[in-house]
């Protein structure tokens, strides 16, 4: 049956667990997966820029022996003469056994995927959702913590527009333990929805704060984010906001010896190039992971379409 990844929620977390257990035996033996998608093709529709999910999906498909084909930018696609992504999803049909999409509209994604014969994996859509942006961070916190249960967890910057936020929330939001710090200035506080529909339904201990440093020893972990420039009406607004919080070294004295500093990248001002060789930075491996979790992905959604 064909499936898609639209919200990480759409994964149980046994899933999830099965996704890690694919992508760390990836990590182990790479060349057993090196052909399992010979002759099948990823068309990557990103109507908005990226580095890392469209380039860690590309790398993805070619480590597992299959081909690509896409756009990166929408003004290259027929979205630009005004055709729906509705259409966008059935002509794709045709050509590729499965989509990953970027679009800058909350929900592009899921028209796809009601739209398309083969599974569709949502890439990022607007400020929603990033599902998997999560699947690199999961892949990173099991590996330096060893699980997901007990953790306290500091969300920083853009809680408002930071899609990679809400989807992480989501998915942490099942496992007992749970404790969040959402360290954000006024204006960039999460959305109102993400705390009703994730923690109050499932009775998450929170606190909302803009102190970074009050909050560090606490943590487990710090996930860091950028001021999401492309979201804000207005370009003030940004520039009195972007630099709110900047993780310096001497901002980590008080912090854990195995804090796990994570930040979906990109970067911009938020982390000090000073602490990419301190041993908690973790945002590169991030980088990493996420392409092998994309791997087990892909295997998984083209099983499951029959495909494989
Ligand atoms: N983390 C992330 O989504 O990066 P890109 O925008 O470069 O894909």
Redesign the pocket.
């Known amino acids: 049956m064909k499936r898609s990844l639209i919200d990480i929620l759409d994964f149980s977390p046994d899933e999830l667990q099965e996704l890690i257990d694919t992508a760390n035996d990836i990590i182990a033996r790479p060349e057993a997966y090196s052909r399992l998608c010979c002759g099948k093709k990823l068309a990557t529709l990103f109507f908005?820029?990226?580095?890392?999910?469209?380039?860690?999906f590309e790398a993805a498909m070619y480590e597992l022996g299959g081909n690509v084909i896409g756009f990166s930018e929408a003004q290259s696609s027929s979205a630009s003469k005004g055709e729906s992504v509705a259409d966008t999803a059935k002509v794709i049909s045709c050509y590729a056994d499965i989509i990953a999409m970027?679009h800058p509209k909350e929900g592009a994604p899921l028209v796809a995927a009601m739209n398309a014969s083969i599974p569709v994996i949502n890439?990022?859509d607007g400020g929603h959702n990033?599902p998997t942006?999560t699947l690199?961070d999961l892949l990173t916190i099991y590996r330096e913590k060893g699980g997901f249960e007990n953790l306290t967890v500091g969300f920083c910057g853009d809680l408002k527009f930071g899609r990679?936020v809400h989807s992480l929330i989501s998915a942490l939001s099942r496992y007992p333990g749970l404790k969040l710090y959402l360290i954000s200035p006024e204006e960039l506080k999460l959305p109102s929805y993400v705390k009703k529909e994730v923690l109050a339904a499932k009775n998450i201990s929170y606190v909302q704060t803009t102190d970074l440093e009050g909050v560090m020893p606490e943590l487990d972990i710090l996930y860091m984010t950028r001021v999401q420039r492309e979201r804000f009406f207005n370009e003030e607004d940004y520039l009195r906001l972007k630099d709110s919080y900047i993780l310096t070294p001497d901002k980590l004295q008080n912090a854990r010896q195995d804090l796990c500093i994570m930040h979906?990248?990109?970067r911009v001002n938020e982390i000090s190039v000073a602490i990419d060789d301190d041993p908690r930075a973790c945002y590169f491996k991030q980088?990493l992971y996420?392409k092998y979790m994309r791997m087990a992905l892909i295997l998984k959604l083209l099983k499951e379409a029959g495909t494989l």
Do not use: F, Y
């Open positions: 908005e820029p990226s580095t890392r999910t469209r380039l860690s970027r890439a990022g990033h942006q690199a990679t979906p990248l990109p980088v996420g």
